[in-house]
């Protein structure tokens, strides 16, 4: 089963400003099947990215995604109010199980 | 839009069977281009998966949970269906449905959930 570990667990930081949060594959996922979640509070998660770089529909673009093998990342190129949240990176390989892993929580500085 | 709601009872018995529903509405959930997922989060803690539905019936599970779980599918009611048997206090969690959306690309499958339900809380005590 492939493991996630996102970092860092917190981040704060100020509207405006530029966010990049980590998610380390281990082993790595021999494919771009990596997707990213955004969670708030009493709401379902929302699917910003997938394949590792796609934009869902309807997700604005100062959210992308880069990454491969083991290395991928999240970049908010300017944060709004809205944007505060937790975070889940999730990969899916060729087949189940998905992993999920365990958060960055983005907090206003 | 497609949307997703579950339904069940929020409070279950130890060594009872966890019993959950997800009616979707706004499109098939004989699709074919998508699979019907149900993930939990325990209070305080992150996403886990724990299995998921092709039209088929086709499923797949986490292999911790795979002697306890059962998803079906019904789709003469546009519906999917968890059964958790066996619980206890460490069931408890936050339980959504989801759509599995999925596309190839560089000779390998990817797999995302791009409509969830609101999720449903439930309490093993």
């Known amino acids: 089963e492939i493991v996630l570990t996102q970092s860092p667990g917190t981040l704060s930081l100020s509207p405006g400003e530029r966010a990049t949060l980590s998610c380390r594959a281990s082993?790595?996922?021999?494919?771009?099947?990596l997707a990213w979640y955004q969670h708030k509070p009493g709401q379902a998660p929302r699917l910003l990215i997938y394949?590792?770089?796609t934009r869902a529909t309807g997700i604005p673009d100062r959210f992308s995604g880069s990454g491969s093998g083991t290395d991928f990342s999240l970049t908010i190129s300017r944060l709004e109010p809205e944007d505060f949240a937790v975070y889940y990176c999730?990969?899916?390989?060729?087949?189940?199980?998905?992993?999920f892993g365990q958060g960055t929580k983005l907090e206003i500085k | 839009q497609v949307q997703l709601q579950e339904s069940g009872p929020g409070l279950v018995k130890p060594s009872q069977t966890l019993s959950l529903t997800c009616t979707v509405s706004?499109?098939?959930?004989?699709?074919?281009?998508?699979?019907w997922t149900w993930i939990r989060q325990p209070a305080g803690k992150g996403l886990e998966w724990i299995g998921r539905?092709?039209?088929?019936?086709?499923?797949n599970y986490k292999s911790s949970l795979k002697s306890r779980v059962t998803i079906s599918i019904d789709t003469s009611k546009n519906q999917f269906s968890l059964n958790l048997r066996s619980v206890t206090a460490a069931d408890t969690a936050v339980y959504y449905c989801?759509?599995?959306?999925?596309?190839?690309?560089?000779?390998?499958?990817?797999?995302?959930?791009?409509?969830w339900g609101k999720g449903t809380t439930v309490t093993v005590s």
């Open positions: 989801a759509r599995v959306g999925f596309g190839y690309s560089s000779g390998s499958y990817y797999y995302y959930m791009d409509v």
């Open positions: 706004g499109g098939s959930i004989s699709n074919g281009h998508y699979y």
């Open positions: 539905i092709y039209r088929s019936g086709s499923t």
């Open positions: 082993p790595s996922i021999t494919s771009n099947s």
């Open positions: 394949a590792a770089s």
């Open positions: 999730q990969q899916s390989g060729d087949s189940p199980p998905y992993t």
